[in-house]
Each structure stands twice: as structure tokens, then as C-alpha cells.
């Protein structure tokens, strides 16, 4: 399978992902890590890690004694996120993989965070990267799935523009994500929070 059959890569676009995207010292990442509950020691995994921002946030949480991961398809994308751990001294582990063939063993990790990524995945890569994450999580771990999902009233046109002529985001904007996560085994499936273009899920294992 191409990468292309496996989501929308943004190597194109890995020099100017973090001038388009907040990056990991905006508010907007602070705030969203304040919905994600980590412990000093935990293992985390950021699927569709992009440049990093999570994986960066996540280990300045979880410590030296805790372990970071972070996959994406893109080659470049992780060159970048390799790079940054280097000028913050982390040490996080970046490797090119696809969500639904992780290179990791069955229920290594605590928490697994996926931001803004799902809507990049066609639907049976949506399936069946949840379910590769239930595989490699532990028991009582969560995923913190954000992404675009059903649009609120006021964003509604500009999301319709957006995203629905795309069959990977049209899924999600008509709501048929959550169905999908009920279908892959977690044991609850809580939404979070509803801002003003994603949406907040922690997926229970
Ligand atoms: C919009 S970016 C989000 C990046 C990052 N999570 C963030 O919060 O900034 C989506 C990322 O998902 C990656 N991606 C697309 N399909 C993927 C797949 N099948 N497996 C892993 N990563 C994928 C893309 O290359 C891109 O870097």
C-alpha cells in the first residue's frame, strides 16, 4: 500500500506546517493539553505527530522517567519533529509509520494523543488505525482523539467549504466517527469538549 492509500501525507508542506498550525509554545496547544491527563512516568504515543508539538508538550509532562513516541507518514514531517527534540535536549522517539500498522508491542502504552489527524485518513484507516491503538494500548489507558467532526451552527459554511467535497473529512462532518470508535473495542468513549472546529474524545481502553 502507497502512502497516499494510507492518508494525506503533508511532507509538502513540512516547511511551513508550524507558520500554518500553532506550534507548541501558542496558547492553543496549552489549552489542548489541558484536556489530556498524564503522569509523570507514563508512555505516550502521538499518532500523526506532525512537527512534534504534542510529542514536545507530552514529554515535558510525563518526564525523564516516562517514555515519548511520535509516528507520522510523512518522512519530512518527522525529520522536523526529530530536529526540534535536539534543539529542546528531549529525547522522544519520531519514526514513519502509519497509525493502522504501528511499530510497537500489544499494551506498551498509557495514553495515546491523535490531534487533527483523523480527518487525513481514508475511512478503513480510520477503522483500522483505532483499532491498532486499542492494540497498543494498555489496559485502563485512553486515546485523545481531536479532530473535525460535526460543525456548530456559527461554523457550519466554512467547514462545509472546507471539507465536504473530501470523502475522508465528509465522513466526519455528518457525524459518523464516533460509530466508528464504538466499533473498535474501547470500553467508553467520552466526549470532552466541543470547540468551535474540533472536537475533544477520550476513548477508554
Ligand atoms: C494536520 S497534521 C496534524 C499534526 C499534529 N498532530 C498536530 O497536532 O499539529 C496531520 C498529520 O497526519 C499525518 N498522517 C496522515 N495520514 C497518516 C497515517 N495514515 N498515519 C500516520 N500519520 C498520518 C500527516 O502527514 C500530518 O503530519
Redesign the pocket.
Known amino acids: 500500500m502507497t502512502n497516499e492509500s494510507?492518508?494525506?501525507?503533508?511532507?509538502p508542506y513540512s516547511n511551513y506546517y508550524d507558520l500554518m498550525?500553532p506550534a507548541e509554545k501558542s496558547g492553543f496547544r496549552k489549552k489542548q493539553m489541558r484536556l489530556i491527563t498524564l503522569q509523570e512516568g507514563d508512555r505516550v504515543l502521538?499518532?500523526?505527530?506532525?512537527?512534534g508539538?504534542?510529542s514536545i508538550l507530552a514529554k515535558h509532562a510525563v518526564g525523564d522517567g516516562g517514555e515519548v513516541q511520535g509516528?507520522?507518514?510523512?518522512p519530512k514531517?518527522v525529520q522536523k519533529s526529530r530536529k526540534k527534540a535536539v534543539v529542546y535536549d528531549l529525547s522522544i522517539g519520531f519514526s514513519v509509520?502509519?497509525?493502522?500498522e504501528l511499530p510497537f508491542s500489544d499494551e506498551h502504552f498509557d495514553v495515546i494523543i491523535s490531534?487533527?489527524?483523523f480527518h487525513?485518513?481514508p475511512v478503513p484507516?480510520k477503522q483500522g488505525?483505532l483499532k491498532e491503538c486499542h492494540r497498543v494500548m494498555k489496559e485502563g489507558g485512553n486515546f485523545y482523539l481531536s479532530d473535525f467532526c460535526t460543525p456548530r451552527l456559527f461554523t457550519a459554511p466554512l467547514m462545509a467549504l472546507m471539507f465536504l467535497w473530501r470523502k475522508s473529512t465528509r465522513f466526519q462532518l455528518l457525524g459518523k466517527l464516533p460509530g466508528l470508535m464504538e466499533a473498535s473495542g474501547y470500553r467508553q468513549i467520552t466526549l470532552l469538549k466541543k470547540g468551535a472546529f474540533l472536537k475533544y474524545y477520550r476513548l477508554s481502553k
Do not use: E, P, Y
Not at 46 to 51: K, N
Open positions: 494510507k492518508g494525506i501525507s503533508l511532507d498550525a502521538d499518532v500523526g505527530c506532525g512537527t508539538a504534542m509516528v507520522d507518514i510523512a514531517m509509520a502509519s497509525i493502522d490531534n487533527m489527524m487525513h485518513l484507516i488505525g
